[in-house]
């Protein structure tokens, strides 16, 4: 069973997760329809932001999981035997 403090980190990433999905959809799905001058375009960046920034963050996630998985494997072989 999960302690109250693994819960509450893990309502807490749920609930960021929310935010994100929702501030994201709002500024590609939404935001192209509502005219320039309107005052809800200044709670946003550029449009050429939000194909760079899931970008960037899916070449670290890659990163990140190469860099795991190296790890991982080079932790885990075998010495060769010397006869």
Known sequence: MATGADQAVGFGLV???????????????????????HVI?????????????????????????GTFIGVITWKNRKPKKVD
């Open 41 to 65: 375009h200044s709670y946003f960046l550029p449009r050429e932001y939000s194909v760079i920034l899931p970008g960037v963050a899916a070449l670290i996630l890659l990163l990140c999981v």
């Open 15 to 37: 609930g960021f997760s929310l935010l994100l999905f929702t501030y994201y959809t709002i500024w590609v799905i939404v935001l192209p329809f509502v005219d320039s001058d």
